[in-house]
């Protein structure tokens, strides 16, 4: 009885620390929590102030225009529209972020990562080449074409991308399991941080000419 009883102790706390890794946002002990910007009449929770649950609106938990197409006249020929907890303050707490991307003929959403959500992704118009990269040491490329109607997931922190290989343009939505997930798109951030990373860094790591590197540093 007394085995049984520490292997369910034990199976408890196993049970308990996985929960609390898995949690990245808080589950709310509330109904809702509308994020708002002043602090006299709000309550902290999740990183956002908390309007009185009395004063909130239908207008809180709304957003409009999903519908309308973004422009994708930029060198990656992709449009982000992220709908977060900053576009509508009645996600705050409930771990949802909803992303509409436009991409242009041969556009591409370029190999990014989401520090704080994994992603699961639908296509309603056009061809995508979709995929994502696993942890050191395996770095495993997972890829697939997505036809509309076909969904895909981007786990957790991984690097992932889509490509639009049609003539046409595309549209896809996407999920996100959090309020703010967050994102960094890896040549933004590798050679156009500020200040510029020193480009003999960048050199030694990426196995390229120093002059190369000081390019790619103007580009972004």
Known sequence: MKGIRSILIAFGLFAFACSSASAYDPSPLQD???AIKDIKNGVFVNGKFCKDPKLAVAEDFFFSGLNRPRNTSNPVGSNVTMINVDIIPGLNTLGLTLIRVDY?????????????????LLVVEGTLYVGFVTADPDNRLFTKILNPGDAFVFPFGLIHFQFNIGKTAAVAFAVLSSQNAGRITIADAVFGSNPPINPDVLAKAFQLNKNVVKYLQSRF
């Open 32 to 34: 809702f929590c509308v």
């Open 104 to 120: 242009a003929p041969y556009g591409v959403n370029p190999p990014h990562t989401h520090p704080r959500g994994s992603e699961i």
